[in-house]
């Protein structure tokens, strides 16, 4: 059953890699942009649920080869395991993929469209800044994968109606949730999927709505 963390009044942050200096690298490089957050690592999928329990982190920075147990060999599936666990047990919990593999998450495709929380994905050789602006945009529950993994222009049915109830019936989103059901924070969350696979991003001198409409309409999703 999926559960829900506790949100903490302070923040924690797990970083989980099998690399020593990846791994030392990311905890320096946290520890300075958040110095009052509290960091833990993990070296292992195994050790990583363990501190998930114990910790309750409101963000996971996550690698995806890495080994099952201590004295065991690092590989992809064990990564893969504890993100999809990750995803179906914590369904809110930010995460950070940091990984020189991340087109392997193309596997994961249906469990990362269900999660809830923020989910980003940054590359081991992009720089610093790009894994920072990833850990914000995750602590700030947006979406951003890479094109890999969107497979194309596929929206599910019900990212589809926010989009023609938002732009062909003009409808706000506390009237689009009452429409369809469900929670006005819910919507936010449709949203943010409809633009990472539009690839439309956050920039404060443009209309993230605006721009989301001339994507949808320039591809064909709505008239």
């Known amino acids: 059953m999926p559960q829900t963390l506790p949100q903490p009044e302070k923040r924690t942050f797990l970083v989980v890699d099998d690399h020593a200096m990846v791994l030392g690298g990311t905890l320096s490089i946290l520890k300075q942009e958040y110095p009052n957050a509290d960091i833990v690592s993990a070296s292992t999928a195994r050790a ?15 690698d995806l080869v890495m080994p099952e147990a201590i004295g065991e060999t690092a590989q992809a599936n064990s990564g893969h395991q504890l993100l999809k666990t990750l995803m179906e047990k914590y369904p809110n919990l930010n995460i950070v993929v ?52 969107r497979n194309g222009l596929q929206l599910k049915p019900e990212w589809m109606q926010v989009l023609q109830l938002a732009f062909q019936e003009s409808l706000q989103d506390t009237a689009i949730a009452k429409r369809m059901n469900v929670s006005e924070r819910t919507i936010q969350y449709y949203w943010e999927k409809i633009r990472d696979v539009l690839e439309v991003y956050r920039d404060d001198d443009k209309n993230l709505r605006i721009q989301t409409e001339v994507r949808a309409r320039e591809v064909g999703l709505i008239d």
């Open 98 to 149: 940091q990984s020189a593999h991340v087109r392997t998450l193309v596997c994961l495709k249906p469990s990362i469209d269900n999660h809830m929380g923020g989910f980003t994905v940054v590359d081991k050789s992009q720089s610093v800044k790009d894994l920072l602006e990833m850990v914000d945009w995750a602590l700030r529950e947006r979406i951003c994968t890479p094109r890999e993994i």
């Open 48 to 62: 990583a649920l363990l501190q998930v329990e114990e910790a309750h982190p409101n963000l996971v920075i996550v």
